[in-house]
């Protein structure tokens, strides 16, 4: 397990990676960013470092004493980086493969530094080191790298693991903020074009869009309740309708064994949203406009229903789910009381997503424009009577 916890602490392909997925982008997404098939595809971090990232993690689980040391390392030190006094241990050959990988990435950010000057002019060039002699920033900021020890361009140091470790979890931690962010501002601009859109109609035609809108949002909402994630009626729901074991009791270490995919006793992230699928269909439809159901929600419900899991089960936060763990909070007959409750579910629809304050704030900062016409209307009294607009309003403003 230890070796799983260095993925996870290093590359976090398999904790970050799926709560992270792509930068939202306003508009129609394609199938792998709306969560289509992306089998055989190796998600990336996001990170500038990426490809270094997954090669030192590759070449550090070749060597099997540094794997049999992490076996009894706990999260804690392979996350601060206390870990990185096991680079000791490994071979000569591995040690001379994470020189060269450094060796590489050095000449790489050397070759981008150099990109970025030429595109500096040489004035900007003198005010930047005048600036940065009296501790101010640059016009144009050249970041010195923090993934490794760039004083010492040659070797691969314990200072280097244990540097790759911090920046990793730090700057990962960052994305997931602004991940959410970027859902945010999604969101505010959909409901910004959507007004716009609606402002632009005649009256006629906006009352026939505003009443074919909410019939969407109507069928949207108009879904069978959903379970709690992780509760005993929504694991039930899936040992019934896919492992189609309806005619046998509920068996938590079966249902354990069943999903555990690749056989290594733990259930992954991915193993985990695999769990998922059978509750997220119940709201939204591939088939069904993104007006109706909006895929890029959907992954964000899966991201936050997957947390929930996780937050729940995964005692030592290692983003892996043991056996013992899931027994722990099922109960070994799947009689634990806080397993047999439902509290059901909210979508991200059901929860609001940003205030109207911060919508008014986006409109002005994004699209400069008066925003009286463009009002966020929570999603409660929505479908309600709103004033007429004035004659003025359905014109294009210049």
Same mark, same amino acid.
């Given at each position: 397990?230890?070796?799983?916890?260095?993925?996870?602490?290093?590359?976090?392909?398999?904790?970050?990676?799926?709560?992270?997925?792509?930068?939202?982008?306003?508009?129609?997404?394609?199938?792998?960013?709306?969560?289509?098939?992306?089998?055989?595809?190796?998600?990336?971090?996001?990170?500038?470092?990426?490809?270094?990232?997954?090669?030192?993690?590759?070449?550090?689980?070749?060597?099997?004493?540094?794997?049999?040391?992490?076996?009894?390392?706990?999260?804690?030190?392979?996350?601060?980086?206390?870990?990185?006094?096991?680079?000791?241990?490994?071979?000569?050959?591995?040690?001379?493969?994470?020189?060269?990988?450094?060796?590489?990435?050095?000449?790489?950010?050397?070759?981008?530094?150099?990109?970025?000057?030429?595109?500096?002019?040489?004035?900007?060039?003198?005010?930047?080191?005048?600036?940065?002699?009296?501790?101010?920033?640059?016009?144009?900021?050249?970041?010195?790298?923090?993934?490794?020890?760039?004083?010492?361009?040659?070797?691969?140091?314990?200072?280097?693991?244990?540097?790759?470790?911090?920046?990793?979890?730090?700057?990962?931690?960052?994305?997931?903020?602004?991940?959410?962010?970027?859902?945010?501002?999604?969101?505010?601009?959909?409901?910004?074009?959507?007004?716009?859109?609606?402002?632009?109609?005649?009256?006629?035609?906006?009352?026939?869009?505003?009443?074919?809108?909410?019939?969407?949002?109507?069928?949207?909402?108009?879904?069978?309740?959903?379970?709690?994630?992780?509760?005993?009626?929504?694991?039930?729901?899936?040992?019934?309708?896919?492992?189609?074991?309806? #005619?046998?009791?509920?068996?938590? @270490?079966?249902? !354990?064994?069943?999903? %555990? +995919? *690749?056989? /290594?006793?733990?259930?992954? $992230?991915?193993?985990?949203?695999?769990?998922?699928?059978?509750?997220?269909?119940?709201?939204?439809?591939?088939?069904?406009?993104?007006?109706?159901?909006?895929?890029?929600?959907?992954?964000? #419900?899966?991201?936050?229903?997957? @947390?929930?899991? !996780?937050?729940?089960? %995964? +005692? *030592?936060? /290692?983003?892996?789910?043991? $056996?013992?763990?899931?027994?722990?909070?099922?109960?070994?007959?799947?009689?634990?009381?806080?397993?047999?409750?439902?509290?059901?579910?909210?979508?991200?629809?059901?929860?609001?997503?940003?205030?109207?304050?911060?919508?008014?704030?986006?409109?002005?900062?994004?699209? %400069?424009?008066?925003?009286?016409?463009?009002?966020?209307?929570?999603?409660?009294?929505?479908?309600?009577?709103?004033?007429?607009?004035?004659?003025?309003?359905?014109?294009?403003?210049?």
């Amino acid at each position: 397990m230890g070796s799983n916890i260095l993925l996870v602490c290093l590359s976090l392909s398999v904790l970050i990676l799926p709560i992270l997925g792509k930068p939202v982008n306003v508009g129609s997404p394609s199938p792998q960013e709306a969560g289509g098939d992306t089998h055989g595809k190796e998600k990336e971090t996001g990170l500038e470092y990426d490809q270094y990232l997954r090669q030192v993690v590759e070449v550090l689980e070749s060597d099997p004493s540094f794997r049999k040391k992490l076996e009894t390392a706990n999260v804690s030190d392979i996350k601060n980086g206390n870990v990185a006094m096991y680079l000791e241990m490994v071979g000569h050959n591995v040690r001379t493969a994470l020189d060269e990988l450094k060796r590489q990435e050095v000449a790489r950010l050397q070759e981008l530094t150099h990109l970025k000057m030429q595109g500096t002019s040489g004035i900007d060039l003198i005010k930047n080191a005048m600036f940065r002699a009296n501790g101010r920033a640059g016009i144009r900021h050249f970041e010195i790298p923090s993934h490794l020890d760039f004083k010492n361009p040659h070797s691969f140091e314990m200072s280097d693991l244990k540097n790759l470790i911090l920046k990793t979890t730090a700057d990962l931690e960052e994305l997931d903020k602004k991940k959410n962010e970027e859902f945010k501002e999604y969101e505010m601009e959909k409901e910004y074009e959507k007004k716009q859109h609606l402002n632009l109609l005649p009256e006629e035609e906006r009352k026939k869009e505003e009443d074919r809108l909410e019939q969407l949002k109507k069928k949207h909402a108009n879904h069978p309740k959903l379970n709690h994630p992780g509760s005993k009626d929504q694991l039930e729901e899936v040992w019934d309708k896919v492992d189609h074991l309806e #005619d046998q009791d509920f068996n938590p @270490k079966t249902f !354990f064994y069943t999903h %555990d +995919l *690749n056989g /290594d006793f733990e259930w992954s $992230i991915e193993e985990v949203e695999a769990l998922l699928q059978l509750e997220l269909d119940k709201v939204y439809d591939a088939r069904n406009s993104p007006d109706e159901d909006d895929p890029l929600e959907r992954e964000q #419900d899966m991201s936050r229903m997957r @947390k929930h899991i !996780f937050t729940e089960m %995964d +005692l *030592n936060k /290692d983003y892996r789910i043991t $056996i013992q763990e899931f027994l722990n909070y099922t109960g070994t007959q799947g009689d634990r009381a806080e397993f047999n409750q439902d509290d059901g579910w909210k979508t991200v629809d059901e929860n609001p997503v940003f205030s109207e304050e911060e919508y008014q704030e986006f409109i002005k900062s994004h699209h %400069d424009q008066p925003s009286k016409d463009l009002k966020f209307v929570p999603e409660h009294i929505q479908g309600q009577q709103q004033p007429p607009l004035n004659q003025h309003q359905g014109e294009q403003q210049p």
